[in-house]
């Protein structure tokens, strides 16, 4: 069976969420997009976690009328970069919960939290979890895994091979990722991470995986490739569209090629504002 997945979300607990991001809300606007299963995002949130526990469980996954959640969410390493995390249910996540306590100031306060542990020592503690991990729209300038690695090996040290998917962001798509070749045996995972509800915003971005049933299992095997199962889709914007795609100031948005941001040394000619490297331009260096 093929099933329409957005598996990167956030909850009214993340900063600048909207106060409509409940499970309810949720629910009824990923119905209306066609998306069978959500990430619910934020699931470290001691608050979020209450609300998701009291859905009726699903092998895995919570069920709100015709939606499935599937426990997700996004951390930030010491380095900035952000991670997205995938977990088999409610336990595991409280586990991971307690195992990250220790390394992080705003565990309680955000859903999105920051982590004082590298991206090998983050995903040492989900893999114990039995979850999944991969870079978070990887390619973007401020928190994606390529703005401050060369490589995955670089990121995850000796639990580079561990990792199975990679998220595109708004800014990538699969063409883009398929000039990597540390990528080539890895899912790429497009998804919207929303932070509001609206039909513009939940699911912009989606995958569509072959799958046997809905389970965690079920969407892990794909993720991973194994036993007939797999991704069939990325569905995204064109790459070009994306707010991050060109090499550009942070203050004025004025575009500039990427040897013109080396000449200037990264300061904008009409501003003085910071010119960020763009993911287009980030790919053919990647590349």
């Not at 995204?236 to 550009?248: C, D, I, L, S, V």
């Amino acid at each position: 069976m093929l099933v329409n997945l957005d598996l990167h979300i956030h909850s009214r607990y993340s900063m600048a969420v909207s106060g409509d991001m409940e499970l309810g809300q949720i629910a009824k606007g990923a119905a209306h997009k066609g998306v069978k299963i959500v990430g619910t995002g934020d699931c470290l949130h001691p608050l979020w976690l209450e609300s998701i526990k009291k859905l009726p469980e699903d092998d895995g996954l919570r069920r709100q009328g015709d939606t499935l959640f599937l426990l997700s969410v996004e951390v930030e390493d010491s380095r900035r970069v952000h991670h997205l995390i995938l977990l088999p249910d409610t336990g595991k996540a409280e586990e991971l919960a307690e195992g990250f306590s220790p390394h992080s100031g705003n565990l309680h306060q955000d859903g999105r939290p920051r982590l004082h542990m590298s991206g090998a020592q983050i995903a040492d503690l989900v893999f114990e979890a039995e979850g999944l991990i991969g870079p978070a729209h990887a390619f973007t300038p401020w928190t994606g895994m390529y703005a401050y690695h060369r490589s995955l090996s670089e990121c995850y040290q000796e639990k580079a091979d561990r990792i199975r998917f990679i998220e595109l962001g708004l800014s990538a798509d699969s063409d883009y990722a398929d000039r990597i070749a540390e990528l080539s045996d890895k899912t790429f995972l497009s998804n919207s991470d929303a932070h509001s509800p609206r039909t513009n915003k939940l699911a912009r971005e989606f995958n569509q995986m072959e799958v046997e049933g809905c389970s965690y299992r079920e969407i892990a095997l794909a993720i991973c490739r194994e036993k007939g199962r797999g991704p069939t889709l990325n569905a995204g914007f064109f790459p070009g569209e994306g707010k991050y795609n060109r090499t550009a100031c942070t203050r004025c948005f004025h575009h500039f090629s990427a040897k013109e941001m080396n000449d200037l040394m990264g300061r904008c000619s009409h501003c003085q504002g910071q010119i960020k490297l763009g993911v287009a331009d980030r790919i053919d260096l990647l590349a």
